[in-house]
């Protein structure tokens, strides 16, 4: 926990008074491998590192409960956003435990839970909703000006949820849920009748390719999103029709197209149409999606681009490759490394884990 690098710390406070400094990074921090917010029995909130044999390395203090987290690329440094439809953002030190700067939404604005950043760490984009019109946007961020807004973008749809860079670019994918929500209706769905979800590509503030999904699934809301190193996007979509989705995982690559994944009925019904989170593997070949409604994490296989296997597990949603396999964490406090159908690895904590692990990939070392 955060108590444990009180030694590190102090080691570089040493150095810091010598006149010699190196560049901190993630090892600075615990070399965490994910990071996911959580809730502590005390009814606090809190960020956490997990290192890749699944332990807690440190928990760091959030005001309010959090979502997901985006991890700077080339220092210790992560933001928590809040759970939509929150207008907070805090940047963290993740080496010294310390708050570096809060990031609000602009009036008229909320954030949707989740950020990524540009290659070089230099900028910081963040999911919104402009809800008085009823319209997505991206807001962007210096990070090299204490994360001053310096733009926004229009997120081309409606409720932007995730976004993603996609890698050795600066092109970015946004999972636009086509749901319309206002603050003043709390988490009220206003336009289910008339949503159009899509995937929209954006580079240097411009939309460049958009994608819809069609009128038979207009009712699919897309959510959460990974990407592969080949530049796949797969999906997760949250099914807001009667009876049960027609599916609930897609793929989409911006050369060879859209292709939703195959599952049978029985199998979608399990997830009890919601897909909470989402990760290829480290070779591409499998998508994990996690159902904390239906207790269950689902595998498809994307070369045959079906359904593959269920893997139970109460109140599931983090999820991430790892190894060979996927790391995936439940509100119940496990955390597990699942190698094919076995878990591999088991640890239990305290914590109520949020929705999402979020993969730490330090480009400095």
């Known amino acids: 926990m955060v108590d444990a690098f009180a030694g590190r710390r102090q080691f570089l406070a040493g150095l810091l008074a ?32 997990i290192s890749a044999d699944l332990q807690v390395r440190f928990a760091l203090p ?9 991890a700077h690329p080339t220092r210790p440094e992560a933001v928590a956003f809040a759970r939509r439809p929150g207008t907070f953002a805090i940047v963290i ?58 733009d926004e973008w229009a997120s081309g749809g409606v409720g932007p949820h995730d976004i993603k860079r996609l890698p050795g670019t600066e092109r970015l994918v946004v999972a636009n ?7 003043d209706s709390g988490r009220t769905k206003l336009n289910i009748a008339t949503m159009q979800p899509s995937l929209t590509y954006i580079e240097n503030g411009r939309v460049v390719q958009d994608v819809a999904l069609g009128e038979a699934w207009r009712k699919n809301s897309i959510r959460h999103l990974a990407v592969a190193s080949d530049g796949s996007v797969a999906f997760g979509m949250q099914w807001q029709g009667g009876d049960v989705a027609p599916a609930l995982v897609g793929v989409h690559h911006p050369v060879k197209g859209l292709r939703i994944l195959d599952a049978p009925s029985d199998d ?23 159902s904390p409604r239906g207790g ?12 593959s296997h269920n893997i139970a597990e109460p109140d599931v949603c983090g ?6 396999g996927f790391a995936m964490s439940s509100g119940q406090g496990s955390i597990k490394h699942i190698d094919d159908r076995t878990p591999y690895t088991t640890r239990h904590t305290n914590l109520q884990w949020d929705n999402h692990l979020v993969p730490v990939v330090d480009a400095s070392v």
């Open 319 to 324: 999820v991430a490759a790892m190894g060979h």
């Open 93 to 150: 030190d993740c080496a010294q435990g310390i708050e570096r700067a809060v990031l609000s939404a602009p009036a008229g604005r909320h954030f949707y839970g989740h950020g990524a950043f540009s290659a070089d760490g230099s900028l910081l984009f963040t999911t919104e909703n402009n809800y008085e019109a009823g319209e997505g946007r991206i807001g962007v961020w210096d990070t090299r000006q204490g994360y001053k807004r310096v």
């Open 268 to 290: 979608v019904r399990r997830m009890q149409g919601y897909v909470g989170s989402v990760a290829f593997s480290n070779d591409g070949a499998r998508i994990a999606v996690t």
């Open 177 to 183: 849920g086509g749901i319309d929500t206002h603050p």
């Open 18 to 49: 010598t006149g010699f400094m190196p560049k901190p990074s993630w090892a600075d921090a615990g070399s965490p491998s994910f990071l996911a917010a959580a809730a502590k029995p005390d009814g606090s909130y809190v960020l956490c590192g």
């Open 62 to 70: 959030l005001p309010d409960r959090g979502h997901a987290a985006a």
């Open 296 to 307: 269950v994490m689902q595998v498809y296989d994307t070369k045959a681009s079906r359904f």
